[in-house]
């Protein structure tokens, strides 16, 4: 089992910067992919990033790419998503997800979620 906690989230101004946080407890977390995603309020949850469990490969929505790093420590069971030049449309709930294979864009193959950290972007 594995139980991740999202933090980081906030209020920040266009252009600016946040570093979110998915810590995760169970000792097979370095063994899983993790995947961030968000929803906005009236849409559907999208897929920003991913890291497999090496952290040797990423994947990126295009909305992300160029503009938010992921990137994990498993000696610190922590997956970070790391988002520069923040724009108004990145407003939403984050959540970090897990799964035990290769890392994914969809949602509903990871099998563990978090509860997800508020992210507002002012104009």
């Known amino acids: 089992q594995v139980q991740l906690v999202e933090s980081g989230g906030g209020l920040v101004q266009a252009g600016g910067s946040l570093r979110l946080s998915c810590a995760a407890s169970g000792y097979t977390f370095r063994s899983y992919a993790v995947g961030w995603f968000r929803q906005a309020p009236g849409r559907e949850r999208e897929f920003v990033a991913a890291i497999a469990w090496s952290g040797t490969s990423t994947r990126y929505a295009d909305s992300a790419k160029g503009r938010f790093t992921i990137s994990r420590d498993n000696a610190k069971n922590t997956v970070y998503l790391q988002m520069n030049s923040l724009k108004p449309e990145d407003t939403g709930v984050y959540y970090c997800?897990?799964?035990?294979?290769?890392?994914?864009?969809?949602?509903?193959?990871?099998?563990?979620w978090g509860q997800g950290t508020q992210v507002t972007v002012s104009s």
């Open positions: 997800a897990a799964r035990t294979t290769g890392l994914a864009t969809l949602a509903s193959v990871y099998n563990y």
